[in-house]
């Protein structure tokens, strides 16, 4: 049996403001959310991604408007 901070080094588990388990990647500097369920397919898509470098879309940011408020808050 693999542990769980063996198979994704760099996940570690936190209670949001409403109890709720969720996942973060941290390193160097770095925050990525990885979401709820440990190990899902979206969890492991997200860790990859935060391992190579590569930016995680913001939530909410496929929904922007161009030109709009939440377009410069998901920029900023």
């Not at 409403?18 to 990525?32: A, M």
Request: glycine share 10%.
């Amino acid at each position: 049996m693999v542990k769980r901070a063996d198979r994704f080094p760099r996940a570690r588990s936190y209670s949001d403001r409403h109890g709720k388990r969720r996942w973060r990647y941290r390193h160097k500097g770095r925050s990525v959310e990885l979401g709820t369920e440990w190990g899902s397919e979206e969890f492991q898509r997200r860790y990859a991604e935060a391992e190579n470098g590569n930016r995680v879309e913001k939530a909410g940011a496929s929904r922007a408007i161009p030109g709009s408020f939440n377009d410069l808050v998901v920029k900023f």
